[in-house]
């Protein structure tokens, strides 16, 4: 596509259920990368993938948090007995491989736990 | 670690005036430096990046930007403001070392410019 697709763009959930997020990065981007966005902070780093594998998971807050790219395209990002905490805009963006440059970043899901 | 940042948290300026936006940086080696902005219902979009050579940066939108390594600062400056500048404006430094794939960005808390008429 022309950008980096996210969605839902928005998802209101419950404390404990599971959620899933999902980016479509811009085709022949091989890196991709999840960023959560708390209110009035600037994007925190979570995992970043090269083609399949995630090269950096670094980010990952804990073991609740999972994300795959199985066919080096879409990635997902898991989220498990979610908690109030985990409310925030998940941002995903895209790369060129060996590109040292810009980041293009998706509009964003935003996460609400009740 | 790596961290910035950015002093201001709200900023606003006269539509036609100057601005400049303060960024401080912390980084061990040489940083690859980044202002991004971010507008009501849009993604991050790259404003300019700085990686070697020339300090002085021009981007997109009239913006441009200053690294001082002694001052281990990246101001963002724009001559003349115009009201559709109003949005947050997002400093960042790239961690991963030169040569190594990837860019793992490290972003301030930004600054929220408003433009008044």
């Known amino acids: 596509g022309a950008g980096v697709s996210q969605t839902p763009s928005n998802k209101v959930t419950e404390k404990g259920k599971y959620v899933e997020l999902r980016c479509d990065p811009i085709s022949g981007h091989t890196a991709l990368y999840w960023y959560r966005q708390s209110l009035g902070q600037g994007p925190e780093f979570l995992i970043y993938?090269?083609?399949?594998?995630?090269?950096?998971d670094s980010g990952l807050p804990n073991d609740r948090f999972f994300a795959v790219r199985p066919e080096g395209s879409v990635s997902t990002l898991k989220i498990q007995r979610t908690e109030r905490g985990d409310s925030a805009v998940y941002l995903c963006a895209s790369s060129f491989d060996r590109d040292t440059g810009e980041l293009f970043f998706g509009e964003g899901s935003r996460l609400t736990v009740l | 670690a790596q961290s910035v940042t950015q002093p201001d948290i709200h900023i606003t300026v006269s539509e036609g005036a100057s601005l400049e936006l303060r960024c401080n940086y912390s980084?061990?080696?040489?940083?690859?430096l980044f202002w991004y902005v971010q507008s009501p219902g849009q993604g991050l979009q790259l404003l300019l990046k700085y990686f070697s050579g020339d300090t002085l940066v021009q981007g997109i939108k009239g913006f441009e930007a200053e690294f001082k390594r002694s001052q281990s600062s990246f101001n963002l400056r724009k001559p003349s403001v115009h009201w559709s500048d109003a949005a947050e404006y997002f400093c960042a430094v790239g961690t991963y070392p030169s040569g190594e794939y990837g860019n793992k960005l490290v972003f301030g808390a930004g600054t929220i410019l408003r433009v008044k008429s």
């Open positions: 980084y061990g080696a040489t940083p690859y």
């Open positions: 993938f090269q083609g399949t594998g995630a090269a950096d």
